[in-house]
């Protein structure tokens, strides 16, 4: 199995996927145009081991929220991520039952690793 979560109009995501060489193979979803469900967070969950690998602190409304003011704990991290796509941390890959989280050179370099 071979999917990809990320947003088409992100610059970040889209030189990714095109760097590790994502083709017809991956199922691509685009988060903003086809919302991530409770299923398809639960698979992540599962793989990534919490809630809060998958919660991107750098979304502007984690501040705008004022949520860097509060304790989050593991139900709040899954409910905002299903509320709201920008609180994924993206993209997230899918490979062989192995999850890559996030835009980082060392995650995108075992990305690569895991496809060659």
């Known amino acids: 199995m071979k999917k990809v979560y ?27 145009n086809e919302s991530i469900t409770e299923e398809q967070l639960s698979e992540m969950h599962v793989l990534a081991g919490s809630y809060e690998s998958l919660f991107s602190k750098k979304a502007m409304k984690y501040r705008s929220m004022g949520l860097n003011e509060m304790t989050l704990n593991e139900s709040d991290y899954k409910k905002y991520i299903l509320e709201e796509y920008t609180f994924l941390k993206r993209p997230v890959f899918l490979i062989n039952d192995r999850i890559f989280i996030g835009n980082s050179k060392k995650n995108v370099e075992a990305i690569k690793k895991e496809l060659s």
């Not at 947003?7 to 193979?25: P, Y």
Request: with cysteine.
């Open 6 to 32: 990320h947003l088409s109009t992100c610059s970040t995501c889209q030189r990714i996927l095109k760097e590790v060489g994502v083709n017809d193979e991956f199922t691509q979803q685009d988060i903003k």
